[in-house]
T-cell receptor, first 109, second 114 residues
Framework: KNEVEQSPQNLTAQEGEFITINCSYS?????LHWLQQHPGGGIVSLFM???GKKKHGRLIATINIQEKHSSLHITASHPRDSAVYIC???????????FGTGTRLTIIP | NAGVMQNPRHLVRRRGQEARLRCSPM?????VYWYRQLPEEGLKFMVY????????ESGMPKERFSAEFPKEGPSILRIQQVVRGDSAAYFC????????????FGPGTRLTVL
């Protein structure tokens, strides 16, 4: 069964803390997406990666294909990072995305 | 290069009416995906279209829902005879012809059925 699981479901941290959100998936994929959904509901694509590591500002995404695991890190977290972070993957032979349940991140000033 | 556009952003319908949601993909993108997010639930795939073709509609409810992506113009998700359970946020995403490229999401249409 094609599944994507995220942890933790909820995460509250103090401003400045280093944040890690984890994502694991059940079978082979061609790439993994990290998305951000703001309180207003809009979705922003943060990363799409198929191997290694990508960095954009304070955000870092890594993926280990052998272990079927990806992590999203936020350095020097800020209250404006508060959002729901979602990982999603297209399983092999299938372009549609299967989504994790999301991690609700709250950064306290 | 404008991003994926969806309109309307908010749509209110009474039970039994029709809802039409539009999605204009990014320039050069020929693949469109529709996803639905029910209240307090995660995103779920509905349908995947290329120009004039439905590629995968395995996530579409069997009745009342249809989608198209004509040669010219936006992709349309149509819901006939809406019911309260159709209230949700509907997102579309687009991607260029290469399968491995990322999907770019639109801002979504929030449908409320009274």
């Amino acid at each position: 069964k094609n599944e994507v699981e995220q942890s933790p479901q909820n995460l509250t941290a103090q401003e400045g803390e280093f944040i890690t959100i984890n994502c694991s998936y059940s079978v082979g994929i061609s790439a993994l997406h990290w998305l951000q959904q703001h309180p207003g509901g809009g979705i922003v694509s943060l990363f799409m990666l198929s191997s290694g590591k990508k960095k954009h500002g304070r955000l870092i995404a890594t993926i280990n294909i052998q272990e079927k695991h990806s992590s999203l890190h936020i350095t020097a977290s800020h209250p404006r990072d508060s959002a729901v972070y979602i990982c999603a993957a297209p399983f092999f032979g299938n372009e549609k995305l299967t989504f994790g349940t999301g991690t609700r991140l709250t950064i306290i000033p | 290069n404008a991003g994926v556009m969806q309109n309307p952003r908010h749509l209110v319908r009474r039970r039994g009416q029709e809802a039409r949601l539009r999605c204009s993909p990014m320039k050069g993108h020929s693949h469109v995906y529709w996803y639905r997010q029910l209240p307090e639930e995660g995103l779920k795939f509905m349908v995947y279209l290329q120009k004039e073709n439905i590629i995968d509609e395995s996530g579409m409810p069997k009745e009342r829902f249809s989608a198209e992506f004509p040669k010219e113009g936006p992709s349309i998700l149509r819901i006939q005879q809406v019911v309260r359970g159709d209230s949700a946020a509907y997102f579309c995403a687009s991607s260029p012809p290469s399968f491995t490229d990322t999907q770019y999401f639109g801002p979504g249409t929030r449908l409320t059925v009274l």
